[in-house]
């Protein structure tokens, strides 16, 4: 064995070295060599690894074989396949199931803490790169960094980079034909009821901010309106006492505004006192909730199991807000996705986005519903637009600003400014 010294880049397989099979819009392996498919721009990525000195190792969790529902011979032969066509060291399996108790099932980072030792790997000095959250999790607990990827966007960006070849607009995929559905975050009704002669917009949402800063007074009265005037589409308004049987009574209340009204309930008071106990009963009497200004994930934990079995509901997680942070978002979300799915009367909402392309990372993810705030909607005209050209227009404003401001400085003798 030699000192730890070398640096590695860990793969998830399925979704990340080979593509994942897509039934029903969730995730598989490939059931046999048949179903195997290999990005075409994987060989390259990983040579140029390789390169630059990284030990290349595939970590993938296989249950199914312990489940009894795939053969451990087409395991070893995916694997043969993948090692054969890229150029990987090795790839570690853990074969069990959850209940197994291993110390290999990601996000339990035996696989990586067993190729450091086999390797001589810096486990610090390395990353793990994977699709989901128990790849990153298994990578973080290894001490490694970690990247999460996404074949969706990665497809996005092959499909876009098109070497020696100017486009007036990269093929993007226009947010209009994205999963994820699109919610408008105001509190003028004026701008809203703009935003709802948009399709594409699915459902609205507000809060006592946003509400506070268009200068609503009468808050009954301005949702009465906003109801009236968008009766097809979701809308979430938000109780705002701090106690709960006060909350519970305003509760009822805005449910009563109409049958496509939520009820969004904070996720404590301000005292930091769950609010699970009541958001069950809200849920339990049929009322529609979208439980609110959640940043962690054992808030989204707890507040799935309060919604376990009620009506529809939703759970929003302040993701712009985790950035403000300076902590990634996108893992935290994906992670957040795969706590939701669990419930299916629960729709995940990325909130608090902080620009257009959150839109693309929720809908990577997985994420049912985006709430984007009217300014980041106006820069939708943005999308694909050719980086030269707006290069150029960056150096036009500049100009003109400077023109305008009616900037000097001192010129060379016998130029003009
Ligand atoms: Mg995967």
């Known amino acids: 064995m030699t000192a730890a010294s070398r640096r590695a880049v860990f793969f998830d397989r399925d979704g990340v070295l080979n593509e994942a099979i897509v039934r029903d819009g969730k995730p598989y392996s490939p059931a046999g060599l048949e179903e195997l498919v290999i990005p075409g721009d994987a060989h390259e990525a990983l040579r140029r690894l390789q ?67 086999e390797y001589g790997i810096d486990l610090a000095r390395s990353f793990m790169i994977g699709d989901r959250w128990r790849d990153v999790e298994a990578g973080r607990r290894a001490g490694c ?19 020696g070849r100017r486009q007036r607009r990269s093929p993007m995929i226009p947010i209009t034909d994205l999963r994820v559905k699109i919610f408008a975050d105001g509190a003028d009704l004026q701008g809203m009821q703009a935003m709802s002669r948009k399709p594409w917009i699915k459902g609205f949402t507000t809060n006592p901010t946003l509400m506070r800063k268009a200068g609503v007074a009468d808050y009954r009265r301005f949702a009465l309106d906003v109801v009236k005037a968008i009766p097809d589409r979701p809308i979430s308004f938000e109780v705002f006492s701090d106690e709960f049987a006060e909350m519970a009574h305003q509760a009822r209340e805005i449910a009563t505004w109409g049958r496509h009204v939520y009820v969004k309930i904070p996720i404590t008071n301000t005292r930091g006192e769950s609010s699970i106990a009541l958001i069950r009963d809200l849920g339990a009497a049929g009322i529609k909730i979208n439980v609110t200004a959640i940043l962690a994930l054992d808030q989204v934990r707890d507040a799935v199991a309060g919604l376990a079995g009620a009506g529809p509901a939703y759970v929003s997680v302040f993701a712009g807000r985790i950035a403000d942070t300076g902590r990634d978002p996108v893992p935290l979300m994906a992670a957040a996705a795969e706590l939701v799915a669990v419930a299916p009367n629960v729709e995940l909402i990325w909130a608090s986005p902080r620009e257009l ?35 150029l227009e960056t150096v036009r404003m500049f100009r003109n600003d400077a023109v305008r401001a009616g900037y000097t400085l001192a010129t060379r003798a016998g130029s003009k400014a």
């Open 51 to 117: 390169d630059a000195g990284f030990v290349l190792i595939g970590a993938t969790n296989q249950p199914d074989v312990a489940r009894g529902i795939q053969r451990r011979e087409i395991v070893e032969a995916l694997n043969a396949a993948l090692l054969d066509r890229l150029p990987l060291e090795r790839i570690y399996v853990c074969y069990h199931d959850d209940r197994d108790g291993c110390s290999c099932r990601k996000p339990r980072p035996g696989l990586l803490l067993q190729a450091a030792e």
């Open 357 to 391: 392309l959150n839109i693309y990372h929720a809908d990577a993810i997985g994420c049912h519903i985006i709430t984007v705030t009217h300014e980041i909607l106006d820069k939708l005209d943005l999308v694909g637009k050719d980086l030269h050209d707006y290069s």
């Open 145 to 163: 960094r970690t990247v999460i990827h996404r074949q969706v966007a990665l497809r996005c960006r092959i499909v876009g980079a098109q070497p």
